[in-house]
């Protein structure tokens, strides 16, 4: 299931959500509905068709936005410092480590962190964030999976399985309400 979030633009307020099931759509409120089906009738769109044609619209005093799912890198957190479990499942798949290079950079960075299961190595962990419009990463991720094997979050897994192991163009538009997005959700 698929959510975008209806905010007051001003206030960085979600007013409702918009969310997708297949074909079926399921709205927060009747407002939110009427808005919605309002909108999708004047451009004679289905609601498969006006859900993804509104990803991104914005009238200047609400914006409709991608609900983001933002990865796990770490198992946990103990006294401050990050781990993985002893189990963590492993795997190596050049899809996966295709489809996490091929994100968009959205907040980059030169800091690099300590590498957690080869403290040797120092600070080697590349932290820049990426996106496919739907979930974010860090390169922490990828850096995790390219040299030790860690299998990324399940549900990352999953999303980019469904995906077919292709990354989706992501545009800067796009790029810039997914931060948006990120720094809302961080600073909630």
């Not at 409120?29 to 609601?47: L, P």
């Not at 907040?107 to 120092?122: E, I, V, W």
């Not at 999303?159 to 989706?168: E, K, L, V």
Request: a negative charge; glycine letters at 8%.
């Amino acid at each position: 299931m698929s959510t975008l979030k209806v905010v007051e633009v001003s206030s960085d307020v979600v007013i409702g959500t918009l969310k997708r099931d297949g074909d079926r759509l399921e709205y927060s409120s009747a407002d939110i509905q009427a808005m919605i089906e309002t909108m999708a009738a004047s451009r004679d769109w289905t609601s498969t068709e006006a859900f993804e044609g509104l990803r991104g619209w914005s009238n200047g005093y609400v914006e409709i936005v991608p609900e983001i799912s933002v990865a796990r890198v770490f198992d946990g957190v103990r006294d401050g410092v990050p781990y993985f479990l002893p189990g963590h499942p492993r795997v190596q798949d050049p899809r996966l480590t295709g489809y996490l290079k091929a994100g968009a950079a959205i907040l980059s960075t030169m800091s690099l962190d300590l590498d957690r299961l080869d403290p040797a190595r120092g600070a080697v962990v590349p932290l820049t964030f990426r996106t496919d419009g739907t979930w974010v990463w860090t390169d922490t991720v990828t850096y995790y999976l390219e040299e030790h094997g860690i299998r990324p979050d399940d549900e990352l897994c999953a999303h980019i399985a469904a995906q077919g192991f292709r990354c989706p163009a992501v545009d800067q538009a796009v790029a810039e309400q997914t931060l948006r997005e990120l720094r809302r959700s961080s600073a909630g």
